[in-house]
């Protein structure tokens, strides 16, 4: 949610409507408020606090919690406040590889439930949006909710996304669905019509919901590098995900790190970041190594996962692990170099399959970076790895995007 006191001054006829978005920002910011902490926290006068409750609370978007406690020197006791963080319900609807994940969400960005439905590789998006329209109409009535209850759905797919037109342009996951494919409008086609939906790249919705975990990071520029069914990121600046003019921004794992590797990735072009440290790649290289056999690798076999390297560098001092994970940041260390060359950002936040990566790959990661002179000191280059589960974050970041959309609603404070 966007703050909403940041905003520039605004001309006497938009008053009403600034002040009544910083009166239900500030209820919405906490779980209980009394009409004094509102005037203190948005410095607006407690007549027009007033004014503003009252029409809050005949919409119900604000319910009354009847009266607290008076003060040690007595008086009238002041009501108390809260959001109704029921008034509306988004669905954000979550396409990772080979799983369709949808999940209730409500204005406090709360996940109410949540079902999963995979599918094949080659599944048309035709038959996944029937899936989640049977999805949805379970929610509903397992929650005992109506349509009219739902205010947006969000979608959050990899590929690029434009979400001003709602067209998926291509997504190197599901060739087989073609390009430009209108997704907001095959979405709405079963959906009620009041019902708006959005869709976003799923690195820029992972990164948006580092800031439902630190609001420090309003302050700050960062980009979160999304590992998982391929590699890309999400550029934040200040509590803004910024998309380029193309929206192909933060499509870093197609940038070209080795232009003299043979493979052929899915986007077309040779020597992409993302392709060379695929788990496919790191297990070509594992067992065709002369020494394979010799390596607490080799018992995992053809089971062998991201982990597994990564523990044997950190807990077995493995001959093999550590070469590979050598091999790996040094990939990493050219790609986080050009992203600090062209965007510059205070910190790096990494997700997915590479938050769990260990010391060791945080080490040799950071030895790489300090190679770079024309950063200002050592450790300069802030990395932190947030390891909490992708879909969780995808589902957040879509959902505070809704809701961001929502508290902008113009008719709300009429």
Not at 218 to 224: D, F, G, L, M, T
Not at 258 to 266: L, R, S
Not at 391 to 403: E, F, K, P, Q, R
Request: net charge negative.
């Amino acid at each position: 949610m966007r703050d909403i006191q940041s905003e520039s001054a605004a001309m006497p006829k938009d008053l009403k409507l600034v002040n009544r978005m910083k009166i239900l920002s500030a209820i919405a910011q906490s779980e209980r408020v009394m009409l004094n902490e509102i005037a203190e926290t948005t410095g607006i006068s407690r007549q027009t606090i007033v004014k503003a409750l009252e029409s809050f609370v005949e919409q119900g978007l604000v319910v009354s919690l009847g009266k607290g406690s008076s003060t040690s020197v007595g008086g009238k006791k002041p009501e108390i406040f809260s959001f109704n963080k029921n008034y509306k319900y988004n669905i954000c609807v979550r396409l990772e590889n080979r799983v369709l994940i949808v999940a209730l969400t409500n204005l406090k960005n709360e996940i109410l439930s949540v079902r999963r439905k995979p599918h094949g590789q080659n599944e048309p998006l035709e038959n996944i949006i029937w899936d989640f329209k049977t999805i949805y109409a379970d929610i509903l009535s397992e929650k005992q909710i109506s349509n009219d209850d739902i205010y947006m759905v969000g979608i959050c797919m990899g590929g690029i996304t434009d979400a001003e037109t709602g067209i998926l342009r291509y997504n190197s996951l599901y060739p087989n669905w073609g390009r430009k494919i209108p997704v907001v409008d095959m979405f709405r086609s079963i959906l009620p019509e009041h019902v708006d939906v959005i869709v976003g790249n799923d690195a820029k919705m992972t990164g948006f919901a580092e800031l439902y975990y630190n609001k420090e990071l309003y302050e700050n520029s960062y980009v979160a590098l999304y590992t998982l069914d391929g590699i890309s990121a999400g550029f934040i600046d200040h509590g803004r995900i910024i998309m380029g003019s193309h929206a192909m921004l933060g499509e870093v794992g197609h940038m070209t790190l080795d232009p003299d590797d043979p493979e052929i990735c899915q986007c077309g072009s040779c020597g992409c970041f993302e392709r060379l440290v695929s788990i496919d790649r790191l297990y070509s290289r594992i067992i065709n190594h002369r020494a394979y056999e010799r390596s607490v690798l080799y018992r995992h076999g053809s089971n062998l996962t991201l982990d597994d390297i990564f523990n044997a560098a950190d807990n077995d001092a493995d001959f093999l692990a550590m070469e590979i994970v050598e091999y790996i940041t040094k990939y990493f260390g050219m790609a986080i170099r050009n992203i600090m060359i062209n965007i510059d950002p205070e910190l790096i936040i990494i997700q997915g399959m590479y938050a769990d990566a260990g010391k060791y790959f945080d080490h040799t990661l950071k030895k790489n970076l300090n190679r770079f002179k024309y950063l200002p000191q050592n450790d300069s280059v802030k990395i932190f790895y947030d390891n909490r589960e992708v879909w969780h974050l995808a589902v957040l970041g879509t959902s505070m995007c809704m809701i961001e959309r929502f508290m902008n609603n113009e008719s709300l404070y009429k």
